[in-house]
């Protein structure tokens, strides 16, 4: 039987509440809470498969993997935080998991836009503020429906299109951009540039991979092209955004506000102004970590190993 570690099982299993059996009748796991650059090269000894979740895993420390190391598992969709290209060197296949928390990502994205539609947070910080306005005189904060306003999508993968089914659901239109455009059966989704997108859109969601492209795509430059009345929605990687951009341009309100799950740092610094501002929502990467989600992805990520084991990988990187 295959040798099969899990680095930092902690920053999925964080509540003990997962279920590794299809993996365990597959391997012999091993798992650690935590691992970092000092104990990663021990923890990989005599192991054939490495399955690490959103850990940085380098040059250095891959060059230095012993021979019995075939396989690399990103127990997620992300693998940036992997040198992809010192694998390969090593004749090592890197594998993900994409999809498997696309109901719960495109959940958060509507909830977001939603509580943006009837200002919900708002509400809510007036009456902890022992403000009871709102239920006296006429309400003072933005109340409008989501039905015809404008959705512009950032990369349709499978979160982004799951995102545009439950908005067509509530009557909204669809703008697309992406690279290489994909076709639609649907006349209220349409292809666009990234500028059309941006000053045509009442709420912005993004859905990229980070990469040197897609890095820092939202700045201060593409922010002066949204409508005053936007909102910017990102469920993806903090570094689409550029934050100091961001909140100069909320500041300015350049844009109507920002619901970020992510976040250029993770975590951020306490004493970031993004944490002080009315119209923004800050939520620690929720995202993906529904029960039903990680289950999910124990269950695919067992499916990668299975099919690795049959000498057909699956969801290979590069």
């Given at each position: 039987m295959n040798n099969a570690v899990f680095l930092n099982v902690e920053r999925l299993n964080f509540d003990h509440k997962l279920d590794f059996s299809s993996i365990d009748k597959l391997t012999k796991l091993?798992?650690?809470?935590?691992?970092n650059d000092d104990n990663i090269l021990s923890r990989v000894q005599g192991q054939n498969i490495v399955i690490t979740k959103e850990l940085p895993v380098g040059r250095d420390l891959i060059s230095q993997f012993p021979p019995s190391v075939k396989i690399i598992c990103e127990?997620?969709?992300g693998y940036n935080n992997?040198?992809?290209e010192a694998a390969k060197e090593k004749n090592i296949i890197v594998c993900n998991v994409p999809g498997y928390s696309t109901q719960a990502v495109a959940q958060l994205v509507m909830t977001l836009i939603l509580n943006f539609?009837?200002?919900l947070t708002l509400q809510q910080l007036m009456i902890k503020r022992g403000n009871f306005d709102n239920f006296t005189k006429d309400i003072l904060l933005p109340h409008f429906e989501v039905q015809e306003k404008t959705l512009g999508?950032?990369?349709?993968?499978?979160i982004g299109r799951q995102v545009i089914e439950h908005a067509l659901n509530f009557g909204m239109k669809v703008l697309v951009y992406n690279r290489t455009p994909r076709q639609w059966n649907n006349p209220?989704?349409?292809n666009v540039s990234l500028e059309e997108l941006l000053r045509q859109s009442d709420f912005i969601s993004l859905h990229c991979p980070l990469t040197p492209d897609t890095k820092y795509l939202i700045n201060k430059d593409t922010?002066?092209?949204?409508?005053?009345?936007?909102y910017i929605i990102n469920t993806?990687?903090?570094q689409i955004i550029k934050e100091a951009d961001l909140i100069e341009a909320l500041q300015n309100k350049q844009l109507a506000g920002a619901a970020l799950d992510v976040q250029e740092q993770e975590p951020p610094a306490l004493d970031n102004p993004l944490f002080t501002m009315d119209n923004v929502i800050m939520t620690p990467h929720i995202g993906w970590k529904t029960l039903e989600s990680r289950q999910r992805l124990i269950e695919l990520l067992a499916m990668n190993i299975e099919a690795y084991l049959k000498g057909k990988p699956i969801n290979v990187i590069g």
């Open positions: 091993t798992q650690y809470e935590a691992s127990a997620g969709t992997i040198d992809i539609c009837c200002s999508i950032i990369c349709s993968g499978s209220n989704i349409k922010l002066k092209l949204m409508k005053p009345t936007a993806s990687r903090g």
